[in-house]
T-cell receptor, first 112, second 112 residues
Framework: GAVVSQHPSRVICKSGTSVKIECRSLDFQATTMFWYRQFPKKSLMLMAT?????????EQGVEKDKFLINHASLTLSTLTVTSAHPEDSSFYIC????????FGPGTRLTVL | DQQVKQNSPSLSVQEGRISILNCDYTNSMFDYFLWYKKYPAEGPTFLISISSIKDKNEDGRFTVFLNKSAKHLSLHIVPSQPGDSAVYFC???????????WGAGTKLIIKP
């Protein structure tokens, strides 16, 4: 149990476009979920905490207007990277909180 | 300020021997510690955890030791197997929102 999926797994886009990443818990429901970003050879960086039905709480330095989080239900959350730039290229990972955090497989975003 | 530190970026261990991964923390308010395993281009997978009221937790080949006075924890893997080759992250939390503070990770390489 406790399977989390992310879609797409890889995406390449042009600078200035927006990209939406979906995160789904497949076999459980959770109120709280997290979005992380990981740079090469770096630790996971928490971007935001989201509770279903509420606005996300963003970590310091993370632009909420650039990284739009929609926690639509207890099994689905989306992260939209708006007006993407090459520096947004990264590995984005979501997690749902149950007894512990269960992570999605991640999405590799490359902005050209 | 890095509250959770993994000072060894990488560790190489012979198959069958013991792997010891170390983690230090600075915040005495942390009350729960977790170890995650991560393969490239995948999300982290929960491995084992320990509450601050314990000093040891064992699960199969994996044992986590906590030394609160030294603010140090370690993950022991014995015997080490080739499939254990991955990046291991130490994480800590101190609140009910379960936000994790992550170490930078240690890349474990198991040599045949």
């Amino acid at each position: 149990g406790a399977v989390v999926s992310q879609h797409p797994s890889r995406v390449i886009c042009k600078s200035g476009t927006s990209v939406k990443i979906e995160c789904r818990s497949l076999d459980f429901q959770a109120t709280t979920m997290f979005w992380y970003r990981q740079f090469p050879k770096k630790s996971l960086m928490l971007m935001a905490t989201s509770n279903e039905g509420s606005k996300a709480t963003y970590e310091q330095g993370v632009e909420k207007d650039k990284f739009l989080i929609n926690h639509a239900s207890l099994t689905l959350s989306t992260l939209t990277v708006t007006s993407a730039h090459p520096e947004d290229s990264s590995f984005y990972i979501c997690s749902f909180l149950r007894d512990t955090q269960y992570f999605g497989p991640g999405t590799r975003l490359t902005v050209l | 300020d890095q509250q959770v530190k993994q000072n060894s970026p990488s560790l190489s261990v012979q198959e069958g021997r013991i792997s010891i991964l170390n983690c230090d923390y600075t915040n005495s308010m942390f009350d729960y510690f977790l170890w995650y395993k991560k393969y490239p281009a995948e999300g982290p997978t929960f491995l084992i955890s320990i509450s601050s009221i314990k000093d040891k937790n064992e699960d199969g080949r994996f044992t986590v030791f906590l030394n609160k006075s030294a603010k140090h924890l370690s993950l022991h893997i014995v015997p080490s197997q080739p499939g254990d080759s991955a990046v291991y992250f130490c994480a800590a939390t101190m609140d009910s929102n379960y936000q994790l503070i992550w170490g930078a990770g240690t890349k474990l390489i198991i040599k045949p």
